[in-house]
Nanobody, 128 residues
């Protein structure tokens, strides 16, 4: 089992920045892919950004490209989502996730089904 603990989040005005962090209790094959998803009320959970161990492989949702940056520290089993130029439509519960790489190719994807472990979520609210 892997526990994921998120921190960060909160309320900010449009155009502001927030930083989310997620710490995994241990490193296993199931933490090779780590990332962030979000879910707004009445909507399905959607992928925001994911990163593979090593940090060289990242995927972003089109809606956050150029504004959000994901990074990870493999030695500390942590992943960070830096969110800049926030918009009201970014308002949602943000969830950290971890899962194995996909084969063939050893890639990570922005699909909820690809992830085995989830954090409890942290709220991000952006006001206009």
């Amino acid at each position: 089992q892997v526990q994921l603990v998120e921190s960060g989040g909160g309320s900010v005005q449009a155009g502001g920045s927030l930083r989310l962090s997620c710490a995994a209790s241990r490193s296993t094959d199931s933490t090779d892919c780590m990332g962030w998803f979000r879910q707004a009320p009445g909507k399905e959970r959607e992928g925001v950004a994911i990163i593979r161990n090593g940090g060289s492989f990242t995927v972003y949702a089109d809606s956050v490209k150029g504004r959000f940056t994901i990074s990870r520290d493999n030695a500390k089993n942590t992943v960070v989502l830096q969110m800049n130029t926030l918009k009201p439509e970014d308002t949602a519960g943000y969830y950290c996730a971890a899962g194995p790489v996909r084969y063939p190719g050893g890639w990570c994807g922005l699909m909820t089904d690809y992830f085995n472990y989830w954090g409890q979520g942290t709220q991000v609210t952006v006001s206009s």
